[in-house]
């Protein structure tokens, strides 16, 4: 039941934040490729980070065989910092993988979607389900990506 409540708290911080963020301005539209297209593996190695409002999101990714993976850590003002692993794959406009993290002593596992935009990536959000210890989308054709909270990738 800690397992849930402490998963259940952190998707509200960032639907909370996701709120407090909102902005037309800053609205960011996923880059979707021609079907025929592949995205280069290599292009999306290296570090991305959003820092604003004491917030920080921090990805840093690698190339392993035919997957991006690296750490994410969440540091958000005022909640619980989380730092885990990350591990994913390109899937046609995203990166689709599953973060793995420590939050107050017990292991947790959240899939994680990531929209490819022109500046960076910026993740996306949904409603969750919690399917054999493992948070889940119900449907990743459904997230939202319109939050602001862009992580930039750093030079």
């Known amino acids: ?10 998707a509200l911080t960032i639907a909370g934040l ?28 290296g570090t991305y980070e ?3 409002n004491k917030d920080t999101i921090r990805l840093a990714l690698a190339l392993e065989k035919d997957s991006l993976v690296g750490d994410l850590t969440y540091s958000l003002f005022e909640k ?3 730092v ?3 591990k994913g794959v390109l899937k046609d406009s995203l990166i689709v993988g599953e973060y793995r993290f420590m939050s107050e002593g017990m292991e947790s596992t959240w899939e994680k979607v990531f929209g490819i935009v022109p500046s960076g990536l910026i993740e996306g959000f949904g409603d969750i389900i919690d399917e054999n210890g493992k948070v889940k989308f119900v449907d990743k054709n459904n997230l939202r990506f319109d939050h602001g909270m862009l992580l930039k990738k750093k030079e």
Do not use: W
Not at 2 to 8: E, F, I, P, T, V
Not at 20 to 37: G, L, M, R, T, W
């Open 50 to 52: 959003y820092q604003e």
């Open 1 to 10: 039941m800690k397992r849930m409540s402490n998963a259940l708290a952190i």
């Open 18 to 45: 996701s709120a407090c963020n909102s902005n037309s301005n800053q609205k960011q539209e996923i880059v979707h490729s021609p079907k025929n297209q592949e995205h280069n593996l290599e292009d999306f190695v």
């Open 84 to 86: 885990g692993t990350f």
């Open 80 to 82: 619980d910092k989380n």
